[in-house]
């Protein structure tokens, strides 16, 4: 531990460990024990700052693993190893404290165990149990987890964590050497040997931090120490109509945007620029104003036809050593000026129902949705906003859908006429437990779904809903008809469900329904189901 720099604070803990620890050899009284038991308690809140202070550094990582570096995501997935290792190796000691502790009578009203001064489980539980041995061999498996993220150069971090993540053999005080196990169990009191564990927890989260900020500052994805770094744009539209206004930012991915770049804009030589790293403008450069990170660009363009733009992002070199030297990245980006058009489509299919809520999506390219309206002869039109429309048909044949766009204020542009066909909607399926009139059924089937429906096919893309607003019911068995009269909106009677259990095979039950569809037809339709 000797290359780690420690808090005064840890220090201070480890002196106050090996006084305790010397006087625990001597058969040190109760008092001292709880003394000790404080310790622990420090020890315990060590190993939670640790864990609350590198969680951030986690974070981090992951943060620039998602920008798809190559170099940060193989960072991440060292960073998500030695993470889920630390604690799980953390989370064994911590079953191994409250098994010493569970049982051997518990803890008191203050939380200090009643065995405290029990010096036969530590050893009886890691040497003779080997439960020592299993601890060791997973001390030894994280250390070289961590150990082989550090570059052989940074020795110092090697050995830091080597020494606090160690499971060498101990020395007594008479110099007799005893193996790792012994050493934190064997002829120590049941308080000493929590705070052993406890101890080693604190290691663990020490060695854990210092693994993760050295992964962290090799990345270093503050200083954009990152495999690629590009120039990007965003443009509100690529697509613009003639005599509009093309916008766009220009920003670095990973970028720091305390960070003010300089956006150049113009044509230069991309062969020299690419070969030798040297700029030779061939056009007039522009340069952007710059703000939080972001250049911003506009252009007119009154030309129809694909338009491209392209520059140099420039920032300064992240290296204290090279100030005054920038970082260069080139950029392009290409736009199309186009006539005017309208694009409408349904969101279900290009065919309108009578009787429905005919949603249809209608938009102008390069034009708000606030700024489009839609007329037609056959329909009531209702706008929902997010260029949705809602069409409600009077008639049914084929329609104009016509849009019109804001193009300048007041001035209005028919951008397109449609044509869409109105259609009344199929007529409903009747069907019991979906066995439809004419087929065989089992009389129990009949019974549990207990009421005729009127349905839509399922090829029929709509959601659409019909009802049953009346049906008759008469049985045939082999003693005559039975008239059993009027089933409520379609649903059987308890009666009438009690006389069909009592069919037999081959006889069959008769219907007579009035259903009504979404759009408001009424259909008559009859016809019977046979027993089987």
């Given at each position: 531990m000797s290359a780690?720099?420690?808090?005064?604070?840890?220090?201070?803990?480890?002196?106050?460990?090996?006084?305790l620890l010397a006087m625990l050899a001597m058969n040190a009284s109760k008092d001292l024990l709880d003394a000790f038991l404080k310790l622990e308690s420090g020890i315990d809140l060590t190993a939670s700052n640790f864990k609350q202070n590198v969680q951030p550094v986690y974070n981090k990582i992951s943060e620039a693993a998602s920008f798809n570096s190559e170099a940060a995501k193989a960072t991440n997935q060292k960073a998500i190893n030695i993470q889920k290792e630390a604690q799980a190796v953390f989370q064994l000691i911590e079953t191994h404290k409250k098994w010493l502790v569970d049982n051997t009578g518990g803890v008191d009203e203050n939380g200090i165990p009643l065995a405290k001064d029990n010096q036969d489980i530590g050893a009886e539980y890691f040497m003779v149990k080997e439960n020592g041995k299993e601890l060791k061999e997973?001390?030894?498996?994280?250390?070289a987890l961590m150990t082989g993220c550090i570059d052989k150069k940074d020795q110092a971090i090697v050995q830091s964590i080597n020494a606090l993540l160690a499971t060498e053999?101990?020395?007594?005080?008479?110099d007799n050497k005893m193996s790792w196990e012994a050493g934190i169990?064997?002829?120590?009191?049941?308080?000493?040997?929590t705070a052993n564990l406890s101890n080693l927890?604190?290691?663990i989260r020490n060695a854990e931090s210092i693994t993760v900020n050295y992964l962290f500052e090799e990345l270093g994805i503050n200083n954009y120490k990152v495999n690629k770094i590009q120039a990007a744009t965003i443009a509100q539209s690529s697509y613009v109509l003639k005599g509009e206004e093309y916008k766009a930012q220009i920003f670095l991915a990973a970028s720091d945007t305390t960070q003010k770049p300089v956006i150049l804009v113009g044509e230069y030589d991309e062969q020299l620029f690419a070969s030798k790293g040297e700029i030779k403008w061939l056009s007039r450069v522009d340069t952007l104003d710059v703000s939080d990170g972001f250049g911003n660009y506009k252009r007119f363009e009154n030309t129809v036809g694909e338009h491209s733009w392209k520059g140099l992002v420039r920032i300064p070199h992240p290296n204290p050593k090279r100030k005054g030297e920038f970082l260069t990245y080139p950029f392009e980006n290409k736009f199309l000026v186009a006539q005017p058009s309208a694009v409408v489509s349904s969101d279900k299919l290009n065919i309108m129902y009578m009787g429905l809520?005919?949603?249809?999506?209608?938009?102008?390219?390069?034009?708000?949705?606030?700024k489009v309206r839609v007329s037609n002869s056959k329909c009531k039109i209702d706008k929902k906003g997010d260029g949705k429309f809602v069409f409600v048909p009077n008639s049914t044949g084929k329609t104009d859908v016509v849009v019109q766009a804001e193009i300048n204020p007041g001035q209005w542009q028919t951008m397109g006429s449609y044509n869409w066909m109105i259609k009344k909607l199929p007529e409903p399926e009747i069907s019991i437990g979906g066995k439809s009139l004419g087929s065989k059924i089992n009389k129990d089937v009949i019974v549990a779904v207990g009421k005729v429906t009127a349905t839509y096919s399922p090829d029929f893309p709509l959601t659409a809903k019909a009802n049953v607003v009346a049906c008759k019911l008469e049985i045939n068995t082999s003693n005559g008809i039975l008239q059993l009269g009027e089933v409520p909106n379609g649903v059987?009677?308890?009666?009438?469900?009690?006389?069909i259990r009592n069919l037999r095979r081959g006889e069959n039950i008769y219907l007579i329904i009035s259903s009504k569809g979404a759009d408001g037809i009424s259909y008559k339709k009859e016809g019977s189901y046979i027993i089987n």
């Open positions: 780690e720099k420690l808090s005064p604070r840890q220090q201070m803990i480890g002196i106050m460990y090996l006084v997973r001390m030894m498996k994280l250390k053999e101990f020395k007594d005080y008479e169990s064997e002829h120590l009191p049941l308080a000493a040997v927890q604190s290691y809520e005919n949603e249809i999506s209608i938009s102008v390219p390069g034009i708000s949705s606030s059987f009677t308890n009666a009438q469900k009690d006389r």
